[in-house]
């Protein structure tokens, strides 16, 4: 599918889907919503732990993975990240994203995300380890309870339904710590109702500025 490069309402680049008229991020800012979904919501309510281990689905153009590495640094925090990629981006396509600037991060370290070899763990920093999986979700084998945190960053429903799919949600909890959350910007009442069905105490939280009003948060208790 052809990716057309945007810029969003903070500035930050993203991708449209023209076939799928889909976005990769919220069009009312890129950082802005990873920073509030996932960091605020997602990774830092994990921070007391020594070190916390965090399930992306979909890493696309590596935001998530870049406003993580920024938060680990900022909060003083370890991370061990695993994620998963069905269609990477293209080497040749990296110079069109613009979050190194944005998050006055190194672009050295932007393209070591996109180059470092798949399905092995690359040590990116001394506080931040990182697993790339290149593979659809479904077809993906991962360790039962041993992540902290998901960030559950799929297409949307209306455009991937078999993305949010009870038996996906099901492989989401397993991989879960007792505790562990799992944080999406979809708040759809079907998609909660799927995510209660498997197990998880689902909550919806205020969503970004500007964007969705609203996002979800969902806990395995035990
Ligand atoms: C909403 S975008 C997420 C973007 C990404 N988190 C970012 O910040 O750029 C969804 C991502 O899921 C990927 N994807 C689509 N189908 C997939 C599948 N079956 N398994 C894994 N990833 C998939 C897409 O290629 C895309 O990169």
Known sequence: MKR???????GSTSIYLEEMDEHYHSKHGA?????????????????SQEEISVFEVGMGT???VMTTIKAADEHQLKVNYHTVEAFPIKEEELGLINFSSLL??????????????????????????????????????LRAAFFDVVYFDAF????????????????MFD???????????CVKG???????????????????????REMCRAWKDK
């Open 190 to 212: 079907v998609i909660r109702r799927r995510l209660q069905a498997v197990g998880f105490r689902v909550e919806k939280l205020k969503g970004p500025k500007g964007g969705k």
């Open 31 to 47: 950082i802005a919503e990873s920073n509030h979904i996932f960091i605020k919501n997602g990774l830092l309510p994990k921070s």
């Open 104 to 141: 006055g991060m190194d672009q050295g370290l932007f393209l070591r995300i996109h180059t470092v070899p798949w399905e092995i763990e690359n040590l990116l920093q001394d506080n931040f380890k990182l697993s790339k999986f290149h593979s659809k979700l479904s077809e993906l084998e």
């Open 156 to 171: 949307a429903p209306e455009k991937q339904e078999e993305m949010w799919t009870e038996e996906i949600f099901q492989k």
């Open 4 to 10: 057309k490069f945007i810029e969003t309402a903070d």
């Open 62 to 64: 590596g935001l998530n």
């Open 175 to 185: 991989v879960l710590k007792a505790e562990g959350i799992l944080v999406t910007y």
